[in-house]
C-alpha cells in the first residue's frame, strides 16, 4: 500500500501570494494532520482534519485554513506568504481523529518563499 | 507554554555500540508518545510508541521507556548501524486534539 503522498515537492512563490498543498493519506485512514517544520527545528502543528471537520488548530495565523475531501485527501492553503512562511510542510495521516494513534508522516513540501 | 525537549542536540556513537536518547516533557496531561527518525529530506518516520499506562515496550532494536514521575522519555537503539544515523524526535500528544508537540531534536552520527 501506498504511504502518505504529497504534493508538489518544491514549490518556491514570492511574498504576497498565495499557495495550496495537497495531501492524500493512507488508503483507510481518515484524519489528516499539517505541520510547518522550519529548518533545524520540530514539526509544529498546525491543523486537523477528521471526517472532512476541523478537529484542532495550532497557534498559525489566520492566513493558513485547510479542508478535508470526501475521499479524505486534503489541502493546506496559505495566503499573502511571508518570506517565514519558508518551510517544510508535512502532512500526517491517522485512523482516528484524537491524537492517541499512530501518526504517518508523508516527505512534506518543501515551499520558499522570496 | 509547555513544550517537549530533548537534552543534547547531537550524539555521536561507534557502530555497533547502543544508543540512547533522553526526552523530557512537561505536559502532565500528555497520554501517548512517539519516537520518529528523520533523515534528511525526508518526512518523519515512525519508529515506536508508547502509552502513559505504560513504562517500557520493545521494537525491533529499539525500546521507549517512559517515566512518569520525572516526566522523561528515552529511546535506546540496540548494535547502532550507519542506517540509524539522523535526527530523533519525541513527540507528546498533550492528551487532546491539538496536534502533536515535537521537541527540537536529537542527531545521531554513527562514527565507523
Known amino acids: 500500500d501506498a504511504g502518505v503522498t504529497q504534493s508538489p515537492t518544491h514549490l518556491i512563490k514570492t511574498r504576497g501570494q498565495h499557495v495550496t498543498l495537497r495531501c492524500s493519506p493512507i488508503?483507510?485512514?481518515?484524519?489528516v494532520s499539517w505541520y510547518q517544520q522550519v529548518l533545524g527545528q520540530g514539526p509544529q502543528f498546525i491543523f486537523q482534519?477528521?471526517?472532512?471537520?476541523?478537529?484542532g488548530r495550532g497557534n498559525f495565523p489566520d492566513r493558513f485554513s485547510a479542508r478535508q475531501f470526501p475521499n479524505y485527501s486534503s489541502e493546506l492553503n496559505v495566503n499573502a506568504l511571508l518570506l517565514g512562511d519558508s518551510a517544510l510542510y508535512l502532512c500526517a495521516s491517522s485512523l482516528a481523529g484524537d491524537t492517541s494513534y499512530e501518526q504517518y508522516f508523508g516527505p512534506g513540501t518543501r515551499l520558499t518563499v522570496t | 507554554g509547555e513544550s517537549v525537549g530533548l537534552h543534547l542536540p547531537t550524539l555521536s556513537v561507534q557502530e555497533g555500540d547502543n544508543s540512547i536518547i533522553n526526552c523530557a516533557y512537561s505536559n502532565s496531561a500528555s497520554d501517548y508518545f512517539i519516537w520518529y527518525k528523520q533523515e534528511s529530506g525526508k518526512g518523519p518516520q515512525f519508529i515506536i510508541d508508547?502509552?502513559?499506562?505504560?513504562d517500557k515496550r520493545q521494537g525491533q532494536r529499539v525500546t521507549v521507556l517512559l517515566n512518569k514521575t520525572v516526566k522523561h522519555l528515552s529511546l535506546q537503539i540496540a548494535a547502532t548501524q550507519p542506517g540509524d544515523s539522523a535526527v530523533y524526535f519525541c513527540a507528546e500528544n498533550g492528551g487532546g486534539a491539538d496536534g502533536l508537540t515535537f521537541g527540537k531534536g536529537t542527531h545521531l552520527i554513527i562514527q565507523p
Open positions: 508508547i502509552r502513559s499506562n505504560m
Open positions: 488508503s483507510g485512514h481518515k484524519s
Open positions: 482534519y477528521y471526517e472532512k471537520e476541523e478537529r
